[in-house]
């Protein structure tokens, strides 16, 4: 007896000169973990293309650009697996909003692709520079939390040039809460931005940012939790930042002196200052041994000078000279 013979066999694409897969949809045997998503493609970018840029990041496996089977071009979005998982977060980190033929690119894991979701956390941002492009917006502002699609910044569309806003769009309120908390009025490229709740479309001047949809985001069942989500921490050095080492430390007690800076061993235990001195400011080294303590401050002054003390003999001519 015959065996059936499948309908749909995996047919191995056009290689690049190092043996990689170009157009073969692998997402059967794809390693998710080690999967890039790149979206955002402009029409003019192929899988060539794709691999080139992507192989400046580790060993690439297979690329994969889904294409319409009517019209022959490309969604917009494709697929490159690298070697290992390690060489896909670097790709992540380096390739994201970088731009292809002029258009800037959004690339994330896949395996995370579909878990955000636009709960209506858009942001306006205002007086923008012209230098100011939807990197260095998303570099920006993706510290206060995960956005959900590329920042989009409106511009001519006959030079190409910036007019002066944009858009960013977060997968929770409170990320947009602390985004324009702490970025209203602040200094992008020498400029004072503006950041508020951008107003909804096919409206009648009406904000997002209300109560209802945030009620509706908070039910949302696809909603993440946003403290675990924050792809941008430049200014952290561990996780948390600074700014919960400092708020997690007691205050000093009331007159107690300043710890001594890192690196400076402490005072003895139970070793007074010196009488009518005072501490010496952080980072002030101690006196060498021997040294005579300076004089305290009720020490007397010194006496006037005598005014019925005899004056000093003048010069005479016949002094030798000094030597």
Known sequence: RSRAVPSRLPVRGPSSPDGVRLGMDAGFDRNQEATCYVGDLDSQVDEALLWELCVQ????????????????????????EFKGQPDAEYAIKVLNMIKLHGKPIRVNA??????????????????????????????????????????????????GNS????????????ASDAAIESMNGQFLCNRPISCTYA?????????HGSAAERLLAANNPL????????????FASVPGGLMAIAGALPPPPPGALPPPPPGMPPPPPGMPPPPGMPPPPPGMPPPPPGMPPPPPDD??????PDDDAPP???????????P
Not at 199 to 207: A, N, V
């Open 110 to 159: 896949a395996s995370k692709d579909n878990e955000t979701v636009d709960v209506g956390a858009n942001i306006f941002v205002g007086n923008l520079d012209p230098e100011v492009d939807e990197k260095l917006l998303y570099d920006t502002f993706s510290a206060f939390g995960t956005i959900v699609s590329t920042p989009k910044i409106m511009r001519d569309p006959d030079t």
């Open 299 to 304: 020490m007397p002054p010194p006496p006037p």
């Open 163 to 174: 007019r002066g806003f944009g858009f960013v769009s977060f997968d929770a309120f409170e």
């Open 223 to 234: 909603r993440r939790i946003a403290a675990a989500a924050r792809p941008n921490q430049y």
């Open 312 to 322: 000093p003999p003048p010069p005479s001519d016949d002094m030798p000279p000094p």
């Open 57 to 80: 990041c580790g060993p690439v496996v297979n690329v994969h650009i889904p294409k319409d089977k009517l019209t022959q071009m490309h969604m917009g979005f494709g697929f490159v």
């Open 199 to 207: 107003i909804k479309k096919d409206s009648k001047g009406e904000r």
